[in-house]
């Protein structure tokens, strides 16, 4: 072969290599706009991708949200067109706390026609009646169709705390809303359930967070479950927590029956539970 076709046979294999290269580049650029669109929009091919769980809505119907601040100004008239049944807004958190789109939210989602509820972010190293003095004054004269939701999590709260000092706070504070006749439920996972729950409080609405079809939970008897932190829903921007009812359509039509709705009046406050300073009695003030 002479030099001049070898120099030929190089300039082509080269070329190739180019073209190869350029080809699979493109390729690969056009795969990753796919998967991120996909992952960005939860389309069903793409929900293992972050774990996330498909509801059937045949045998589960009723699915709603929780809220806070984080997320922004919310459309609730499009989040019931998108399907969804209820509403969980957080309002308050530890002693002094407020969720400054408490107020907007409720009224909103109250206009939209959703189920409303109100959750209260729980500091394990406060007292809780102090707790359930900020949650009632937060909520104040507002109607609420669910539970009063207690939110028991170990995300951003005081790992130093011992769990029986964080049960007596808790049990405090579940029995204080519970003696004013008030329906509560507690947020929690897994583990916050077999630590606070299982063996302490009786007959508690439970409302558990954890990324598995529900048919795989029947172990733990509960309410609510939150399926998912990255959920789209018309109406909202971004990533927003999907929870899912229990039961049936007539199961829950029967618990908000049971649960009767409720209005927080004027005089919520007991004197009794109020000391000289007009604050509520600390049980326990060490960590």
Known sequence: ??????????????????????????????????????????????????????????????????????????????????????????????????????????????????????????????????????????????????????????WSNDKNVKDDRTQKHLDAMIDNLRSRGLKVMVYTNGDGYKKYIKDGQVNINLWLCAFRSPDKLRHIPHQMQQYSHWGRVKGIWGDVDLNVFNGSREQWDKWLQDLTPYQIEDSYIDTTLINEDQEFYIIDDEL
Do not use: C
């Open 1 to 154: 072969m002479t030099k001049k076709a070898q120099k030929d046979k190089a300039d082509r294999r080269r070329r190739l290599l180019k073209t190869f290269a350029i080809g699979l580049s493109v390729l690969l650029v056009l795969l990753g706009a796919v998967l991120f669109w996909g992952y960005k929009n939860r389309t069903s091919i793409f929900h293992w991708m972050r774990g996330e769980i498909v509801i059937n809505r045949d045998k589960y119907p009723i699915v709603g949200i929780d809220v806070s601040a984080h997320n922004g100004d919310i459309d609730f008239q499009k989040v019931k067109e998108d399907g969804y049944s209820f509403v969980i807004i957080k309002a308050s958190e530890g002693v002094s706390h407020h969720d400054s789109k408490f107020d907007n939210n409720y009224d909103n989602a109250r206009n939209a026609g959703l189920k409303v509820g109100a959750y209260h972010f729980f500091r394990k190293n406060t007292d809780g009646l102090n707790q359930a003095k900020n949650f009632l004054e937060t909520i104040g004269w507002r109607k609420l169709d669910l539970p009063l939701v207690i939110d028991v999590e170990d």
